[in-house]
């Protein structure tokens, strides 16, 4: 072997070995703050790794959840990820932030990817977003310095969780569209009207809301009509 060709060799190897070393760290367990009111047993951190990486997002699941799986719950995982990547990328992140504006990008994080986390939490509850992952941890304690939003476990294999993820979507473009740049918080029954309008918006009732999240609320309202949006 000649001089040159076993410097190349070399250069090769420590490449390849980076790469790897890369490639595992970005597969590892992280941990995250959580909002405790929220979570299905009232933790305030969860550890999660990286179970899939879309073009906008990277998707991010509670390890113990991922554990508590079969090997045909997590290969079912695998494709309800694969399958809601491929929704947010080609449809409610387009249709959404054409509509209501973009999120803050690249962001805190300096990546022009959000992040989403699954977790456990309450039956009762989709997700939500968190307004302190935006802020330097210096500012707040439990920032997750990170543009994200938080999406229930319980409905990853559900086409709910679709509809949920546009919803939270709104949440995270009005904290850069309003919150950031003029110190204002959106008044709650406005906030949460503009997300309730994003799975229309995004298209995912295009062929009918038969058995969606929409049906349901809209059966609730016809139920209590007379409750007030503002209180």
Same mark, same amino acid.
């Given at each position: 072997m000649t001089r040159s060709l076993a410097k190349n060799v070399l250069i090769f190897t420590a490449l390849a070995g980076a790469f790897f070393l890369l490639a595992g760290t970005a597969n590892a367990s992280q941990q995250f703050f959580i909002d405790t009111s929220y979570d299905k047993i009232g933790r305030n951190t969860i550890d999660a790794t990286l179970q899939y990486e879309g073009n906008r997002a990277h998707y991010f699941v509670e390890d113990s959840f991922v554990n508590s799986l079969s090997p045909l719950g997590r290969q079912q995982?695998?494709?309800?990820?694969k399958e809601l990547s491929d929704t947010f990328d080609k449809q409610i992140y387009?249709? &959404?932030?054409?509509?209501?504006?973009? $999120?803050?990008? $690249? =962001?805190i994080d300096n990546d022009i990817k959000i992040t989403?986390?699954?977790?456990?939490?309450?039956?009762?509850? =989709? =997700?939500?977003?968190?307004?302190?992952?935006?802020?330097?941890?210096? &500012?707040?304690?439990?920032?997750? *310095?990170?543009?994200? &939003?938080?999406?229930?476990?319980?409905?990853?294999?559900k086409p709910y969780?679709? *509809?949920?993820?546009?919803?939270?979507?709104?949440?995270?473009?009005?904290?850069n569209q309003k919150q950031k740049p003029k110190n204002i918080v959106e008044e709650l029954w406005l906030n949460?009207?503009?997300? *309730?309008?994003? $799975?229309?918006?995004?298209?995912?009732?295009?062929?009918?809301?038969?058995?969606?999240n929409f049906q349901n609320r809209l059966s609730t309202f016809l139920t209590t009509p007379g409750e007030s949006f503002v209180l």
């Amino acid at each position: 072997m000649t001089r040159s060709l076993a410097k190349n060799v070399l250069i090769f190897t420590a490449l390849a070995g980076a790469f790897f070393l890369l490639a595992g760290t970005a597969n590892a367990s992280q941990q995250f703050f959580i909002d405790t009111s929220y979570d299905k047993i009232g933790r305030n951190t969860i550890d999660a790794t990286l179970q899939y990486e879309g073009n906008r997002a990277h998707y991010f699941v509670e390890d113990s959840f991922v554990n508590s799986l079969s090997p045909l719950g997590r290969q079912q995982l695998q494709d309800a990820l694969k399958e809601l990547s491929d929704t947010f990328d080609k449809q409610i992140y387009n249709r &959404v932030t054409l509509v209501y504006g973009l $999120p803050w990008t $690249p =962001g805190i994080d300096n990546d022009i990817k959000i992040t989403i986390l699954i977790t456990q939490m309450k039956n009762s509850i =989709g =997700g939500y977003f968190r307004s302190e992952d935006e802020m330097r941890r210096a &500012v707040s304690t439990s920032s997750n *310095e990170r543009e994200m &939003v938080y999406l229930n476990s319980k409905m990853v294999t559900k086409p709910y969780i679709k *509809e949920f993820l546009a919803h939270e979507l709104q949440h995270l473009i009005q904290y850069n569209q309003k919150q950031k740049p003029k110190n204002i918080v959106e008044e709650l029954w406005l906030n949460e009207t503009l997300s *309730e309008i994003a $799975p229309t918006i995004a298209g995912l009732y295009d062929t009918g809301y038969t058995g969606t999240n929409f049906q349901n609320r809209l059966s609730t309202f016809l139920t209590t009509p007379g409750e007030s949006f503002v209180l």
